[in-house]
């Protein structure tokens, strides 16, 4: 006599059933963390323009003032002013687009921190209702299975 092998297809959709699970909790957290990507890749994209932006900018300038800088000389001096007056200008010229950069990078990371903020309210806002809901259904489900027996 061979030994027959229970079906728990039946007993898993009991189980499953006595403990619903709520997908739009689901879907309400991966709104929220799609919405949050969102925005995180904005800032980021912004700062990539500005970024480059500001990059052409030094560039441009950059070749601008090494036009004074190729032009023949009628005395010897004036190559060395000329060369002077291009470093003294190119140091300058760095010194405020360093800062520039940094102010892009200040305003990423405090959009980002603010984003991150708002996501971590977000969050615990609808975690505390999941685990709320859950516990209601818990609750609710367990009475019903001892009112059963």
Known sequence: MAAKTQDFTAVMKDMMGAFPVDTKGMEDAFKTQTALSEKLSAVSLTAAQKSTDLSAKWAQDTLTKMTSLSTAKAEPADYAKSVTDFASASAEAAAEHMA????????????TLELMMAAGKDMSEDM???????????????????AAK
């Open 100 to 111: 520039a950069f940094a102010e892009i990078a200040k305003s990423v990371q405090t959009e």
């Open 128 to 146: 505390t209702a999941a685990a709320k809901k859950a516990q209601t259904e818990m609750t609710a489900a367990a009475k019903k299975a001892t």
